[in-house]
């Protein structure tokens, strides 16, 4: 983990992040649905935050939700944390980075077994790293 990358202030993020990433990532933001090239992404591997590099999520938990978002039912341990977001005029529950505490989307509790989640992510709040091949 870079820990340098937890205690960035905003001007910090907006210079090192693309304005789309600081839009999902520092703003809340949505990115259009079908628009992140990780929605096809099908290889062995790891989705990292975009943000300071943690891994968040395993290709293996990844699947295919119809949404145009990537989808996990479950994100690797303790690598995300949730809180209650009451905009919208709806109660959803956000996930963020546990460690920079950047957006990354939303989750909802009609995902697969055998968690029933569905981590339903940005994928511009990602970078996707392929397992080493030989
Ligand atoms: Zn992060």
């Known amino acids: 983990m870079d820990n340098e ?20 990532l520092r703003q809340h933001g949505t990115e259009r649905p079908g628009s992140s090239p990780l ?4 290889r062995d591997g790891t989705f990292v935050c975009a943000g300071c590099g943690q891994k968040l999520f395993t290709s293996t938990t990844k699947f295919e939700s119809g949404t145009g978002w ?11 944390k949730t809180t209650t977001d009451r905009s919208l005029f709806m109660t959803r529950t956000e ?10 989307g ?18 511009t709040a990602m970078r996707f790293e392929p397992d080493p091949t030989d």
């Open 70 to 80: 990537p989808s996990f039912w479950t994100p690797i341990d303790g690598a995300v």
């Open 5 to 24: 990358a937890t205690d960035r202030d905003e001007a910090e993020w907006q210079h090192c992040l693309t304005p789309q990433q600081f839009h999902v």
């Open 95 to 104: 996930v963020h980075c546990s460690a920079c505490q950047g957006h990354l």
């Open 106 to 123: 939303h989750m909802f509790e009609d995902g697969p077994k055998p968690t029933g989640l569905r981590y339903c992510m940005n994928g």
């Open 39 to 42: 929605n096809a992404e099908q």
